[in-house]
């Protein structure tokens, strides 16, 4: 079973439609992240969280939001999805007793909105 | 100006050949390096971390340069599954421990 999963994997919605990511993580990881992907673009920040209580907005937070529920859930919302959110959506964990900070990434969500 | 960039390629390598690329950072406080493969469509997966003595993996060699601030990336005896897109990343840890991703190098390896 994958360590980082996320829901859904392809998501079709419309302009205005609030929609969420979900994202769940068995690694025991106490930091998640969201990042979106664009062509040309590469992975760029949303939100990221060092534990349940701490969230914090990354480089392009405006037009999303996050929730932390659980040390292995952590959640992002469009709250009224437009055109020019069409991305690749990827969560991430890593764990802060290493001391390297590496990356765990799940295997994305493809959200398309018309 | 970027704080993480690459050539994005695509660097064409016949199988066999060794293939080499850069990425350069802005940020001289940048303390952790990482390279991470991408398939197409698919979740980054790390391929290696970059140490300051470099390192290397089997057919992987990862070397970071801090006077220039740039990592590298060479690959020997290139696979034709070795094509995929090299995604460098770096931390700044007085900026929270983000990872800052390039845009990444698109490496096809043919026959």
């Known amino acids: 079973d994958a360590d980082v999963t996320q829901t859904p994997r392809n998501r079709i919605t419309k302009t205005g439609k609030r929609i969420m990511l979900e994202c769940s993580q068995t690694k025991g990881h106490d930091r998640m992240y969201w990042y979106r992907q664009d062509p040309g673009l590469g992975l760029r920040l949303i939100y990221y969280?060092?534990?349940?209580?701490?969230?914090n907005k990354g480089e392009i937070s405006d037009g999303y939001s996050v929730s932390r529920q659980a040390q292995a859930k952590f959640s992002l919302s469009l709250e009224s999805a437009i055109p020019n959110q069409t991305a690749l959506y990827f969560c991430?964990?890593?764990?802060?007793?290493?001391?390297?900070?590496?990356?765990?990434f799940g295997p994305g969500t493809r959200l398309t909105v018309t | 100006r970027k704080e993480v960039e690459q050539d994005p390629g695509p660097f064409n390598v016949p199988e066999g050949a060794t293939v080499a690329f850069n990425c350069t950072y802005s940020?001289?406080?940048?303390?952790?390096f990482f390279w991470y493969r991408q398939d197409c469509r698919k979740e980054p997966k790390l391929l290696m971390s970059?140490?300051?003595s470099g390192n290397e993996d089997g057919r992987f060699t990862a070397q970071l340069n801090r006077a220039s601030q740039y990592i590298s990336l060479l690959i020997r005896d290139s696979k034709l599954s070795d094509s995929a897109t090299y995604l460098c990343a770096v931390i700044v840890k007085a900026a929270g421990n983000k990872l800052t991703f390039g845009g990444g190098t698109r490496v096809l390896v043919k026959p």
């Open positions: 940020n001289s406080a940048s303390q952790s």
């Open positions: 970059v140490y300051s």
């Open positions: 969280s060092f534990d349940v209580k701490d969230i």
């Open positions: 991430a964990t890593s764990d802060s007793r290493q001391g390297a900070f590496e990356q765990y």
